[in-house]
């Protein structure tokens, strides 16, 4: 089944988290927490671990997320985990990877399986779409 949505994220608070041992890189690495809420017939929200080797400046660098997901798909209610990354020159995403979490579904999602990606459109809309199952014969 496919679920697609929008979303928008209501935090994004930076940690003070360092690396042990500390490796200077040619790009700075960073964590941070981000809230996000989804509508659509994806709907809910999500607590989001980011993390990300990224310049500000010229926008070039790469991202790893594992987000936590409560609420609904196509009404179906629960909860469960998906990691995502991605890649950008500045301009553009490549290296994408988007996966949900095994045996991580609660709930009416119990045991959802999948793959999805996320897109942000020229006007600034977040999208997200989760192509899933639910066990044998749910979906």
């Known amino acids: 089944m496919r679920a697609d949505g929008t979303f928008s994220v209501k935090a994004f608070v930076p940690t003070e988290l ?15 927490t981000i809230e996000k809420h989804f509508e659509g017939e994806v709907a809910g929200r999500a607590a989001t671990l980011f993390t990300a080797a990224y310049d500000q400046e010229s926008g070039v660098g790469t991202y790893v997320a594992m987000e ?4 609904s798909l196509h009404g179906r209610s629960g909860a469960f985990n998906f990691v995502h990354s991605a890649t950008t020159s500045g301009s553009d995403r490549s290296a994408e990877f988007f996966h949900i979490v095994p045996a991580s579904g609660t709930g009416d999602l119990a045991g959802i399986s999948g793959t999805g990606g996320l897109a942000v ?8 779409w989760l192509d899933y199952e639910l066990g044998a014969g749910d979906a």
């Open 68 to 71: 936590s997901f409560e609420g």
């Open 18 to 32: 360092k690396p042990e041992p500390p490796v200077v890189t040619g790009l700075p690495v960073g964590v941070a």
């Open 121 to 128: 459109d020229a006007d600034g809309t977040h999208r997200i």
